[in-house]
C-alpha cells in the first residue's frame, strides 16, 4: 500500500520569502501525485498535479513542484510567499494499481509573519 | 452554486446521538467519498462508493455507515455518536475515467461530540 510523509507539521515564514513544503511517498511504481491547500474554514483545493511527463509541474496561485523519482519526492515550491498563503497543504498520492485510490499525508500548517 | 455540498456544516451533538451527514454533487462524477480530517492525521477514508450499487469500507469504517440515495447524493452516519468522532468530515467526488483520478472536495462539517 502506498504512503505520504510531510516531515513538517507547522512552518512559519516571513512574507516575501521563498517556500518549500515536503513530501515524501512510498509506492512501488509511478504514482499519481497531488497537492491540496486548505484554507480556514474551507475545503480542499487542488493547487497542482502530477501524472507523468515533466517533472516539474506549475499550479495555482504561483506554486510549483518537482517530482524526484530516486527521492520518493514531490515538494512543493513558491519563490515569494503572501500573507494570503497561510492555510494547510497536504500531499496526497494516488495508486494507479489500486483504481486511483489517494493516501494523504498528515499535512503542514504554514504561517506567514508580516 | 457550489459543486459538492455538505450540510449541516457545523452540529454538536451528544455521546449515543444518531447522526447524518449529508453531501450532495453536481458535477455528475459516479465515485463519492467520506473523509474525516484530524490534526496532524492529514484525511482517512471512511467509505467510498464507485456506484449507486457499490459501496466499499475504507480505512476507518467503524462506527460509521453510509447510504448511496442516488448518483448525486452520499450520507455518512453515526448510529451511536462518542467523543473520538470530534472531527472535520468531508465529501469528495472523482470521475473514475479523467486521468488520475482527481478528487474535488465539498467545504465540510464540523462535528462536536460531547
Known amino acids: 500500500a502506498q504512503s505520504v510523509t510531510q516531515p513538517d507539521i507547522h512552518i512559519t515564514v516571513s512574507e516575501g520569502a521563498s517556500l518549500e513544503l515536503r513530501c515524501n511517498y512510498s509506492?512501488?511504481?509511478?504514482?499519481?501525485l497531488f497537492w491540496y491547500v486548505q484554507s480556514p474554514g474551507q475545503g480542499l483545493q487542488l493547487l497542482l498535479k502530477y501524472f507523468s511527463g515533466d517533472t516539474l509541474v506549475q499550479g495555482i496561485k504561483g506554486f510549483e513542484a518537482e517530482f524526484k523519482r530516486s527521492q520518493s519526492s514531490f515538494n512543493l515550491r513558491k519563490p515569494s510567499v503572501h500573507w494570503s498563503d497561510a492555510a494547510e497543504y497536504f500531499c496526497?498520492?494516488?495508486?494507479?494499481?489500486?483504481?486511483?485510490?489517494?493516501?494523504f499525508g498528515g499535512g503542514t500548517r504554514l504561517m506567514v509573519k508580516p | 452554486d457550489a459543486d459538492v455540498t455538505q450540510t449541516p456544516r457545523n452540529r454538536i451533538t451528544k455521546t449515543g446521538k444518531r447522526i447524518m451527514l449529508e453531501c450532495s454533487q453536481t458535477k455528475g462524477h459516479d465515485r463519492m467519498y467520506w473523509y474525516r480530517q484530524d490534526p496532524g492525521l492529514g484525511l482517512r477514508l471512511i467509505y467510498y462508493?464507485?456506484?449507486?450499487?457499490?459501496?466499499n469500507k475504507g480505512e476507518i469504517s467503524d462506527g460509521y455507515s453510509v447510504s448511496r440515495q442516488a448518483q448525486a447524493k452520499f450520507s455518512l452516519s453515526l448510529e451511536s455518536a462518542i467523543p473520538n468522532q470530534t472531527a472535520l468530515y468531508f465529501c469528495a467526488t472523482s470521475d473514475p475515467t479523467q486521468q488520475g483520478n482527481e478528487q474535488f472536495f465539498g467545504p465540510g462539517t464540523r462535528l462536536t461530540v460531547l
Open positions: 496526497a498520492v494516488g495508486a494507479p494499481r489500486a483504481g486511483n485510490m489517494l493516501t
Open positions: 462508493s464507485f456506484d449507486v450499487k457499490d459501496i
Open positions: 509506492y512501488g511504481a509511478t504514482p499519481y
